[in-house]
């Protein structure tokens, strides 16, 4: 990726900078490799800067929303309300009213207190909700454990066992239309066997729900395609062709059936950096510390997952030290790396963290009564 180092030195850090271009190539190659009756939507919650939004309205993705609040970004941003389906273990009444009365696309249910909810609020509203239900396939994705939702001990979704159950359950109430079945089983999966054995289990309920004349219109798989945050110059696009033909192979649709997905960090991950200028090198008997100006409350996977993110030193290339590179919180887990190669490092230098375009601006904290960071775009910078 190449970055306007010039154009960096004039803004406040820390700062986001999204590759608006590296955006678009992404959606085109999503878009690309979808098979017919294949609908994507975008799961908000990975990044909801504006600009970003822009770009994927534009490609014509549908949203995924998991609070009232995001269903009004995805609306102010241009998604049709056709378009946006709204998943989430603790839907508020007034959440689940605002999306009754903008008319959305369906709600993923995950119990059937909730499915009662609906309900009411519908008729008293005067709508049918068209709803599909959260099933937990209880299959374990080989990702980190505070990111797999997809297991019986997980607090989302319905027990496979019910599914028949509640399917039933709904048709029995007058303003609630069940048009499918919804699934997702974590997050940053990288192993394709993982969505091969999803396939395969929402095959074998397809066949069970046969047996009762159950057919639904719509099977939503979720999201959780992974990254490269080792080698993000070497793979700044996912293999898309693989994770939809992996579905394709696996997953036997029933005639007319629609095939959703809702994927985040793959679609926007890539095209996000944490800028950051570096305070202090400072030096003790064990370590040698860079302290660079943006902290957990700009960029917290680390911190909250272990998770890793490749820092380029934008600033020079010379010399080869090893570094803990931390944030100015006053917290010990506020670490971004520790142990880390890195060209000797100056104060004043620019520092640019990877693969931050999904769950980091977004998470962003103030904490210690420090400002939000701002996001800016090539495009912006470019036009100045
Ligand atoms: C978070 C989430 C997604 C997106 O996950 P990614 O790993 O970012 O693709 C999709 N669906 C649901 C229900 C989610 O909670």
Redesign the pocket.
């Known amino acids: 990726m190449n970055f306007p180092i010039d154009k960096f030195q004039a803004l406040r850090t820390p700062f986001y900078y999204y590759d608006t271009q590296l955006l678009d190539q992404t959606l085109d190659e999503a878009k690309r490799c979808l098979y017919a009756d294949y609908h994507l939507h975008y799961?908000v919650?990975?990044c909801t800067n504006p600009q970003v939004l822009r770009h994927i309205v534009a490609a014509g993705l549908g949203a995924?929303c998991?609070s009232g609040g995001e269903i009004r970004a995805c609306l102010d941003a241009g998604f049709p309300a056709d378009k946006i389906v709204f998943?989430g273990v603790g839907k508020s009444d007034w959440e689940i009213e605002l999306a009754l009365m903008a008319d959305i696309f369906c709600f993923?249910v995950e119990s059937i207190p909730e499915l009662e909810v609906i309900n009411e609020l519908a008729q008293r509203h005067g709508k049918v909700a068209r709803v599909a239900f959260?099933i937990n396939p209880n299959v374990g994705a080989h990702t980190h454990d505070n990111?797999t939702?997809g297991l019986a001990e997980n607090k989302f979704g319905i027990a496979w066992e019910q599914t028949q159950e509640v399917i039933e359950r709904s048709r029995q109430m007058s303003h609630i239309e069940c048009i499918g079945l919804?699934f997702?089983i974590?997050?940053?999966?990288l192993d394709m066997d993982d969505f091969a054995t999803l396939a395969l289990r929402i095959n074998e309920l397809q066949e069970v729900l046969d047996t009762y004349g159950i057919r639904l219109p719509h099977i939503n798989v979720?999201?959780?395609?992974?990254i490269d945050y080792q080698e993000p110059d070497e793979h700044p696009i996912p293999n898309f062709r693989d994770y939809f033909g992996t579905f394709h192979r696996y997953l036997r649709l029933r005639q007319g059936q629609q095939l959703h997905f809702?994927?985040?960090?793959?679609l926007v991950a890539q095209c996000g950096s944490l800028i950051t200028r570096v305070l202090y090198v400072k030096p003790t008997s064990l370590k040698r510390f860079v302290i660079v100006d943006a902290g957990m409350t700009d960029l917290i996977r680390p911190a909250l997952y272990d998770a890793y993110h490749r820092i380029d030193n934008l600033s020079r290339q010379d010399g080869d030290e090893v570094y803990d590179v931390v944030g100015p919180i006053c917290e010990s887990s506020d670490v971004f790396v520790r142990d880390y190669h890195m060209p000797t490092t100056f104060r004043g230098d620019l520092l640019a963290l990877r693969s931050a375009g999904?769950?980091g601006e977004i998470m962003a904290s103030q904490y210690n009564c420090r400002a939000l960071p701002v996001g800016h775009t090539d495009e912006e910078l470019c036009r100045q």
Do not use: C, F, M, P
């Open positions: 799961a919650k990975a995924d998991v998943a993923n959260r990111i939702t919804h997702h974590g997050s940053q999966i979720g999201g959780g395609l992974g809702e994927l985040g960090r793959s999904a769950y």
